[in-house]
């Protein structure tokens, strides 16, 4: 089985930051992109940021030069380092991954339990 675990939420004032972490576990070959989604209340899930592994990175337009995305290939974690917060930051924030489980396997997409940012004004 592969997990995704998610760390690094919580209540933060605007302009503040906030470090997310996502590890992935279990039966793992290899681990392509890496991203962070985030749902707000009745709102659609919106990609935030992804990172490939080679380390190519892609930002939403609303977080770009707030919010940084990292990948520790060897931990098969990534982060996200969320500074400048604004209220309109909030929402639960979802981590996923292009996993393969093993050489002659197909990649599947595995996504985390999510995480609450509340960033109040």
């Known amino acids: 089985q592969v997990q995704l675990v998610e760390s690094g939420g919580g209540l933060v004032q605007a302009g503040g930051s906030l470090r997310l972490s996502c590890a992935a576990s279990g039966s793992i070959f290899s681990v392509n992109v890496m991203g962070w989604y985030r749902q707000a209340p009745g709102k659609r899930r919106e990609s935030v940021a992804t990172i490939t592994s080679g380390g190519t990175t892609n930002y939403a337009d609303s977080v770009k030069g707030r919010f940084t995305i990292s990948r520790d290939n060897a931990k098969n974690t990534v982060y996200l380092q969320m500074n400048s917060l604004k209220p309109e930051d909030t929402a639960v924030y979802y981590c996923?991954?292009?996993?393969?489980?093993?050489?002659?396997?197909?990649?599947?997409?595995?996504w985390g339990q999510g995480t609450q940012v509340t960033v109040s004004s």
């Open positions: 996923n991954a292009g996993i393969v489980k093993s050489a002659t396997d197909i990649e599947y997409s595995y």
